[in-house]
């Protein structure tokens, strides 16, 4: 069956600009996870949604990141006011409960 | 807090084992993963094992683990160049699927 798919696969924007990501999880799994990974560097973790639980937002790292998910699938991570240091791959994961996670192939975020 | 901890960088060469080590700071670990990574590509899950087993082997690959001393490792026979790339080290407990993942080894293959 289908993976988890991520759009766009590339993004490239100016400095202060929002950019929005996408997530598609597989489809039945409950839990869709953000990641954060920085060149070189292992996987920083943003935010958790669990079914119709509240999220856990722990891992945002400034108030200008946020993630909605609607009914319960698709998910879209937005970046307000894009930074430099904001330059890395988005990496989302879905899972069954308790099941092991399953990553889409990212999107390369570049802020000029 | 869980802390998991890899080395950054293993060479071997083709037709050798290669023998990835991960150690994990939370006893009460229940699952632990590996995954690996491609380049520009996501990461794949490679196997995971449960904390009441010692080892899992599947083809390839052996995953040993040691709860006493909170070290995994996996071992991969036979290593081919198309084994290159990052090896990822993750955690979690059961009931809570906050996983907790290691900087990652990347993994040389050298023909």
């Known amino acids: 069956g289908a993976g988890v798919s991520q759009s766009p696969s590339n993004k490239v924007t100016e400095k202060g600009k929002d950019v929005e990501l996408r997530c598609d999880p597989i489809?039945?799994?409950?839990?869709l996870y953000w990641y954060r990974q920085s060149l070189g560097q292992g996987l920083e973790f943003l935010i958790y949604?669990?079914?119709?639980?509240?999220?856990?937002k722990s891992g945002l790292p400034s108030d200008r990141f946020s993630a909605e998910r609607t009914g319960g699938s698709v998910s879209t991570l937005t970046i307000q006011r894009t930074q430099q240091e904001d330059s890395a791959v988005y990496l989302c994961?879905?899972?069954?409960?308790?099941?092991?996670?399953?990553f889409g192939d990212g999107t390369r975020l570049s802020i000029l | 807090g869980e802390d998991v901890e890899q080395s950054l960088f293993l060479s071997v060469r083709e037709g050798d084992s290669s023998v990835i080590n991960c150690t994990y700071t939370?006893?009460?670990?229940?699952?632990l993963y590996w995954y690996k990574q491609e380049p520009g590509a996501g990461l794949q899950l490679l196997t995971y094992?449960?904390?009441?087993?010692d080892m899992k082997q599947d083809q390839r690959l052996t995953v040993l683990l040691n709860k006493k001393d909170k070290h995994l490792s996996l071992r991969i026979a036979d290593t081919q160049t198309g084994d290159s790339a990052i090896y990822f080290c993750?955690?979690?407990?059961?009931?809570?699927?906050?996983?907790?993942f290691g900087t990652g080894t990347k993994l040389q293959v050298i023909p």
């Open positions: 994961a879905s899972s069954r409960t308790n099941q092991p996670q399953h």
């Open positions: 094992i449960f904390s009441n087993m």
């Open positions: 993750a955690e979690s407990k059961a009931g809570y699927q906050k996983v907790t």
């Open positions: 949604f669990q079914g119709n639980s509240a999220p856990d």
């Open positions: 939370d006893s009460s670990s229940t699952y």
């Open positions: 489809s039945g799994h409950t839990a």
